[in-house]
Each structure stands twice: as C-alpha cells, then as structure tokens.
C-alpha cells in the first residue's frame, strides 16, 4: 500500500518537472518582458530595458534554456524570482495562496458532499420527479460556463442589495475595508464576502459530481450484493446506504482528480470577478503583464494541486476499496 | 426447443430486421429532453447562419442616433454603448461560437480516437509513452496554457485558435478510448477474428473502431457544448477571438459592466449561450441513453412500494397451513412489465425438512419463483396469488414484515458468490450482519457466532477468514460463506438458487456436501434450484419440473427419475448426457492434424500498475503432449486453472512455444512460416469459442460474421456469399438470415452461427473451447448432435476443451485429463471413463453428478479436499499430491517418491503408484 503511494509520488515528481520545464518554456517564449518595459512613458533607453530585464531575470538576447537554467537553480532553494515590477514573487505567492485554498477547499467540500448526496437520490429515484427536476438544475448549470454563474450571482445580488436597500451581500473582495469590531462581527463580515464566491465554485461542483455520482450508483443499484443484504433482512434504506452507496464512492475518487482541473480553472473567474486576490487574478494579471515568472509560478501552483488532489485521490481509491490496498487481482 | 426457436426467427424474415441503430434512434425519439435539445441546436443554427440576412444592420455597423437603445422595431434587441444593433452582433457571436465549437470537438475527437486507439491496441512503450503525454498535458491546466499563448497567435487568426482549444482538448476522452481499446482487444469477438487470421489494421477497423464509436459521437457532441463554453470563458478575458470580431464571450463581457442598467446588452448573450450549451448537453445526454441498453427507462425502479398485488390476498394463517408447511406457494403469477408471465400460476409445498428441487432450462420461472417467495422481486413486477412463510402472507406484506421474514424465517444462496457479497466488506463483518438484523446482541457477540458459522461450513481457520475480503476466497469458500449466512438465523427453510452452478466438479461436490450437512444439522428445509438434473438427483425428496413459467410435472424424486409422466421431463432426462453412455471406440488409423509435444507456457505475475514488477511465475502449462487424429475428437477435460485453455490458446496463436513443439498438418510451427504458410494452416484449422453471445460481432450481420474467415483467406464476395448460404444451411439455419443482426437469435442458434463460421473455410481440424458449456441442456444435445454430424459429413477432427466429463462420455474419441498444466492421464475414452486409473481421474468421475437418484445416493462422491490450486507455486514431485486420496493412504516410502520425482505419463496415467 505504502509502496505503492511511493510510486504514484514519484510519478507525480517526473509530471511535476515536466511541467514546470514547460511551463518556463512556454511563458518565456510567448510573453514579452521588453513589451512591458517598452511600453513605458516616456520610452526608456534600450540600454535601460535590457539592465531592467536582466534584473528579472528575463534577458530574451539569452538562450530559454539558460534562463530556464538559471530559474531553475533559483527555484530549487525556494526561490521563485522577481515580478516585472521587481517585488519577490515568494512573496506575492505567500500574501494569495491562502486566499486561493479558502475559497478552492470550501467550494470543492460543499460541493462534492451536495453533489455526493445529490447523485445517490436521484439515482434511486432515477426518471421520478426529483431525478428529473434535480437533473434539468444540473444540465443548466453545467451549461454556463463558471464566469457566467458568477456574474449572474452578482447581478442578482446587486438586485437584492438595491431592492433591501442594505449591502445585504457583499460580492468585492474577501472582507470589508477598514472594518473594526468584535471577532464576531469580522467574522461574519467574511462570512458574507465568501458566500457567492463559494457558491459559484461550490455549484459546478455540485452539478458535475451529482451526475458522477449518479451514473456510479446506478451501476450498483441492480448489483446481487444489494438483493444480498435485503435477503439478510436489512431495510432497502440500509442496504442502499451501507452496501449500495459505500461501493458507489469508489468510482468517485478517480473522478475526483478529474474534476479538480475543472474547479481551479473555474476559480481563477470566480476570483477575478469577485475582487479576490488570489492565484487565478494574479495570473490573468500576470498574464496581460507580460511577468513571465509570476505566470510560471502560478502554473506551478497549478501543477501541484492538481497533482496532490491525484494523490489524494489515489489515497481515497485505495481507502474506499480494499481490493486495490490487497492488491487482489481477478481472473 | 431450437428449431421452435428457429421457427419464429423464419416467420419473422418478411419483415424488416430491428437493426441496433434503429432501437437507438427510437430510444432517442422518446427522450422527450433529447428531442427538445436536438430541436434547439437546429434551431441555433439556423439563427447564427440565417440570422444575419433578415436584418440590414450589420453586427460593425453603427447607429449614432440610437445609443444604448432598448429594443424596439429598429433594433430588434436594441443597441450598445455605441450604438451597435445587439441582434446583429449576437447572431454574427453566435456564428463563430458555433463555428470554433464544431471545429474543435470535430478536431479533438479525431486526436482522441486516433491517439487512444494507438495507445490501447499496440500497448508496450508505445502506449505508456503516450500516457505519460496525456497525463502531462492534464497537469497544466489548459485554459491557462491559452490564456498565455493565445494572445501570441493573433496573426493566425481564429483558425489558430481553434487549433490551441483542439491541443488541449481531447486528453481526457483519448484515455477514455484507450481503456475501451484495451478491453476490446480482450474480447472474444476481436480475439476470434485474430485467430481467424484476419490482418490487424482489418481487425481495428472492422471490429475495433466501431465499437469505440457510440462513445466518439457522444463525446464529440459534448465536445461541442464544452468547447463553446472555453471559448466564451477565453474571450470573455480577453483571451480569446480579438476586436472587431465578435464572439458570444466578447458580448458578454461588453454587456457586463450595464447588466443591471441595460439588460438586453447582456442577457441576449449570455442566453444563447446557455440555451445552446444546455440543448447540446441534452443531446449528448440522450444519445448515451440510446446506446446503453442499461439506461432504458423501462429498467425497473428498485427502490420501490411493495409489489403491486392484482389477486385478492389470502389470509394469513388461514385454517389450509397447518403447522408442518413452512413455505406454501399458491397460483403465483409474476409478470415483468407487458412481457408474458414469468411465473403463470404454480402451486408448491414445502414440509419441514423436506428438500425440494426445482428443476428447470433458462427462463423456466424458476429463479423468479425463488424471489417471489421472499419478496425480492423488483417493483416493476406484477405479482399476484399467494406465498405464506412461516405463517406470513409475502404477497403485499409490509417492507417491516417481510424483512422479520428474510434471513430469518427463510434464507437464500444466490449462485454467482462473487456478486452476491459486497466486495468492500470483510466476510465476518457481512457475516454478523445477517446476525445483528434479528437478534439483539452486540457486536462482539455477533462476530464471535460469525466465526463460529464459518467454522460450521468447514472454513479453515475461521477466525482469520473472517478477515478477508471476498476477493481474496476461493469460489468455493465464497459460496461456503454464502450458506453460513444463510444459516446464520436458524431458519425454517433456506432457497439455495442454484448454488453451485459457476464452480467446478470437485468443489460442486464439496459444497452440495456441505449444503446436505447444515441442513441436517439445522433441521431446515430447503428449496434446490438447478438446471442440473444430476444436482437435484442425489439430495431432493420432490422434484418440480419447471417450464415457461408452469410446473410440467411434480413427483418424488424416484418417481420423477424413473418414470417421469411429462413428455419434457423425459426430453431433459434423455438430453442429460451421461457419463455412462461412451460412444463406441473407433479403430485410430487415420494421420495426425496436429501434434503436440512438450508445450510450455509460464505468465508472469505482476505486480503494481505504473512500475510494473514480476514477482513470480504461473506455470500454466507445464509440458503437455497431445495428437489429434484425422476424422477423431480429441477432448481436454480439467478443472479451472488446469491449463487446457491456455494449451489451447498456444495452439491457436501459431506462434512458436515457449518450450515444446506445435506440429500442424505435418507442419511443424516456427518462426520460419511465412505470412502465406500462416494463412494455409488458418484455412484448415478454425474454432468455435465457448459464449456465443461474445463471439459474434453485434454490429456486423450474420453473412458477414460466417464470411469473415473466407475474407481473411481472401475469397471474393459472391462466392464467399454462395459458402455462407451453404454452410448456414449446413448447421440447419435458413440462409435468409444471413442479413439478421447476432442479438436476434437465442443461445443455441448463435452457436450454430459460430459453427458455420468455423467451417466456411472447410477446414480438417476444428478447435472448440467449451462450445457447449454456456448452453440450456436441451439445446447442448442439439449442438452436440450437430457437431457429431458435420465430423461424419466433412470428416472433421475436433478438439474439444471442456469441463463437462458428461459431455466428453458423450462425444470423445480420445481423453486427456489435465491438472496443473499437466495431463495426467490419457486414453481412449471408454478406457479413461469406464476404468479410470489416475487418483484424479477417478475423484473427478466421482464427483459429477448423475441423475438417478438411487446411484446417486448408494454411489457417495469421493470428495478431494481443497481447491484446484492457482498454479503460481510449483511443488516438485507430483503435483496433484496435496490433494491425493491414495497419498494419503501411502506408507512414508512410498511417499517420498511422489514428493521427490514429478510423474511421468507412462501408459495413460502419470502416477507412481497405479
């Protein structure tokens, strides 16, 4: 079991180095560091430009290889470079990556747990009301892209704001400027801020795991080892929960890993378009900055989570099913 | 029953065949969402491209007099900021949304195909290879890889774009193709075709890609919707299709900031997309309906109210029960749906302690009766008469009432142990929960008596087997588990659905021994459900004849045998074959086919799924020697695990042997046969495999599953469709056929489909692996009888793989009896079955069971203990000596020899000690 954790790791490593080096490869070669120090006004002397992109780093009159050599060497002992405009991206990393996994770990849990719950009953209700009107929520969901439910979620806040009168919901960054008050106060004040923001990542969740979990229960719902426990003489509630959905979860875990990609893809609109500032805002920041470190750094972060939601995903498999920790092979 | 079968085929052949596309399409044509979808997406379509004609304004014109205008007649849906009419600009958005969204999910669909295609079917370096690239471009996000290159490629316009959505679109489906690849390359279709000698790049396109292509149209439709959604999402950002170009994700983003203030700049948009992005989900949704026959909606609901009652119900604990009957089943009718009856009215009795047998061929009623009696049957079922258990009414009964009953009054072995136990809970564990559902006693208590019971079903070491998993027993120890849960309460009576169907002989012997001792012991009852006339002989008291859903006869068990009254009863007994009935030996003076000596063959056993290691060898086969003579059927015969299929295999493959030699036709096979001497020794050996529901290709017509052979030997069509018609006549079906699809005719008929298949090419030496095992016992005297024909007419030598000795009795000219990769004794048949000489042999004979229930009785098998072995330990000396009954009984001496020196096969058996 442990060994093989051991390999998946080490396979994760390999991927992760591959696409740290693409990453280097392709942000130094399509973004324009000299654009960005070009673009200034009154225009810098080249000379100028060139001492500013060798301070960062970004030289493009050296081979990419060299520079990846150089950024690598950095990064190694933990150092992720300058940002374009000279700050340390460390730094900048460290002050948004607990903004990011706030809203990424809270949206993703409510999500999956909804879509979880949600995908078993309407697999047991399959073509009833519930699993008809729960599926139709869950086609248009997965029909609007996640920026789209965000700015819908706004709107309708805007319009509720405006019909109470009152900053009801508040929908721009993570907490209220220059409020002060009691823990409780500050803390509410943060629990409105992370409501849609939430609910946006926490919806798409929602929507794709319920059908996952759906079609997995449906496998097992004409399973024998159902009849099984009914023959034993336990309730079809009891047997559709503790045989039927507990072998249902397994198939959820590679799904898990999948799904993620989408989630944090969909979190860097959800930031963006919420004022938080978080990873995605900074890339598409970074992006249109030409700030080629900043963008390598984000994909590295990226990288890492979809591989760690990977792993935990080869954790969870091995957890929920006992024929892969036996390493039981059939036939 | 074949030719009745055949009869209605015949009847219906002036009537156009129900081909699997048309299902499908009417499938999709009552998914009312689908249809909606499909509808829309039309419609969609038609706006975005005839949209732009019915209004002069085109989506860059500007009209200075009319800013931020709501709609109106002149601007149907008003105009922006700078007063561009938001009709054009939506439908021209619209446009190309739909444009990259098509190309796209066209584009990556063919990378998906192609690359997982590749991937699964020629495996090795190749594939992990291109694993590796999947799996590394599905660690980059991808929409962060566009939202960086994009803006690079403007000069490529959107042609360029749609190549970057493409690159990074089609990683998750093409993993999705490689594993359907990989597990097609396994079936028996794909496998035969191989074997037939058709040419890979034939076998992927004929049988491969087709079967992949329900899964293509279907991702490539939500492809579309995705693909669409990207797009909108890039460009909202600025990512994406560039100024003065629009998209609907540049409309959408410019509406933004007034969404409030100027709605129609916003919400006409962002509607069509939703509106369109949902229709095509819908589509794609209902097209995988279609095509998996699992998702129709007339599969029952099962969770459900009680079945629906149509008689009135009798009255529980009416004066008629009296005290001796535990189960008493009265004018039971169940029907599935509109379908006919299942079960049409039956009446059944069971006394305390009484065993009875129910017996009858597939689709009799007769597991459906089983279910009716405890109320398991789906809600989709109609049920109507009466069932009283231990004094309760089942028929309508409360779920509270019904679960008092199940497991405690009455119990069930279902057949298949592997399915019937959740595989994520340990034994015991499912073991204390039959307790803890009718008894009050606490956890402990309950898994110490779980201990107990598997001890009672003669589990060793109980206390550690109640750790396991089910995966990790044996067949037999699962099915053992099954009973010991069955008893776990103590019942009155307990339904055992033919619990020893899928094991092999020697443990069907075990367990019905096992099943004979917890029933004594309990002083149950017990109702035996079998096909198998020679299961239920040797322990029922009454014995039920089941047929269509009616009992055709019902009689103690000696009555029953002796002189059954129903002319059905005396057709099953007569089809029975019999270990007894040798067919006569005939003089071998005929040339060998094919000559085996020496064959090898070890797998390795691996361990882990990236890093593949070897820990170990399965010696499958271990030095096996076979001739097979012209004109003659050679049968194999063995237990699960014993090799002969893997013998049979290496034969087919034509591939030199790992060690030994394979001579075909004089021909020995080596490295040096040319691709043309491969194809000669094809044409004159053919096979016929085991399930002739996976044999056959289900998207190929009939004439062309029986061409393919001669296609492979590169016949032209109107002869080879001239063969078809003939050979098909040849195994008694109509030519006319020959355009019906595979799943449009029973069992026995595909059977004979594969059998035509085999001998278009006229071949003088026919493979079969176990070509009767699958089939009803009726229908397996027919094919037998087919089979023992065409070897008369066409002067065909069989091997015959099989685990059946019956059958072998019935059709063998010569034996091999195989253990562990080895033959362990070889011979003429009536020598072989009438004189066995091998310990192995002889236990294996015993333990088939016949049907007659005074030998049965008088004639108690000799049980060999354990398991078949898995063949990853090799024992030096005799293999077969854990296991020996005469071992057993040797002195120390003796033994030593059978522990030091392997036997050899010296004058038909290879023991030491005979």
Known sequence: MLAFLARRLAYYVVLLLAAAFLSYLLAATALSPRAYFQARLPPPPAAQVDRQLRAVGLDDREPVTSRFAGWATRAVHGDLGVSITGTSVNAEFGRRIGVSLRLLVLGTLLGIGAGVAAGAWTAVKQYRLPDRSFTLVAFLLLSMPTFLIALLLKIGALAVNQASGRQLVAFTGESTPGLTGSGLTLFADRAVHLLLPTLSIGLVALATYSRYQRSAMLDVLGADYLRTAEAKGLSRRAALIRHGLRTALIPMSTFFSFGFLGVLTGATFTEKIFGWHGMGEWFIDSVNNNDVNAVVAVNLFAAVTVLLAGLLADVLHAVLDPRVRLGVRRG | MVDALAAEVVDEAGQAPPTRLRVMAGRFRRDRGALAGAVIVLLLFVLAFAGPYLTHWSYDDIDYTALRAGPSARHWWGTNGIGQDVYAQTVRGLQKSLLIGLAVALVSTVLAAAVGAVAGYVGGWTGRGLVLVVDLLLVFPSFLVIAVVSPRLRGGGWVAFVGLLAAFGWMVSARVVRSLTISLKELEFVRAARFMGVSAPRVIVRHVLPSTASFLIIDATLAVGAAVMTETSLSYFGFGVQPPDVSLGTLIAAGTPSAVTYPWMFFYPAGLLVVFVLAVNLVGDGLRDAVDPRSRPSRPPRMARPPRQAGPATAAGSSTVDDDVVLAIRDLRVRFGDGPPAVDGIDLTVHRGQVLGIVGESGSGKSVTVLAALGLLPAAATVSGSVVLGGTQVI?????????????????????????????????????????????????????????????????????????????????????????????????????????????????????????????????????????????????????????????????????YGRPADPYTRDLLDAQPRLDAFRPPRPVATPPVLRVTGLRRTFGVHKGRVFRRRVGSVHAVDGVDLTVHAGQTHAVVGESGSGKSTTLLEIL?????????????????????????????????QLVFQDPFASLDPRLPVGDVVAEPLLAQGRPGPAARARVAEVLRLVGLDPALARRFPHEFSGGQRQRIAIARAISVAPDLLVLDEPVSSLDVTVQAAILALLGRLQRDLGLAYLFVTHDLAVVAQIADVVSVMYLGRVVETGPAALVLGDPLHPYTRALLSAVPVPDPVAARQRPPMLLPGDPPAADERLTGCPFRPRCPLYATLSPPERSRCESTPPRLVDRAACHHV
């Open chain 2, 653 to 685: 493959g034509l591939r030199p042997p790992e060690g030994g030699t394979i001579e075909l036709f004089g021909r020995t096979v080596s490295s040096g046969l040319t691709a043309a001497d491969q194809a000669e020794l094809r044409s004159r050996m």
């Open chain 2, 396 to 560: 309508g009964a409360a779920p509270r009432d019904l679960r008092r009953l199940r497991g405690n009054v009455a119990s069930v072995v279902f057949q298949d142990s592997l399915s019937a136990l959740t595989p994520v809970y340990r034994i015991g564990d499912q073991l204390a929960e039959a307790i803890t559902a009718h008894r009050d006693v606490s956890r402990t208590e309950a898994r110490r008596r779980a201990v107990e019971l598997l001890r009672l079903v003669g589990i060793p070491s109980p206390e550690l087997r109640a750790r396991t998993f089910p995966d990790e027993l044996s067949g037999g120890m699962r099915q053992r588990v099954m009973i010991a849960m069955a008893i776990a309460n103590d019942p009155d009576v307990i339904l055992a659905d033919e619990p020893t169907t899928a094991l092999d002989v020697t443990v069907q012997a075990q367990v019905l021994r096992v099943l004979q001792d917890v029933r004594e012991a309990t002083g149950a009852a017990l109702v035996l459900v079998s096909h198998d006339l020679g299961v239920v002989a040797g322990m029922a008291d009454t014995v039920a004849v089941m047929r269509g859903g009616r009992i055709v006869e019902q009689a103690p068990v000696r009555q029953l």
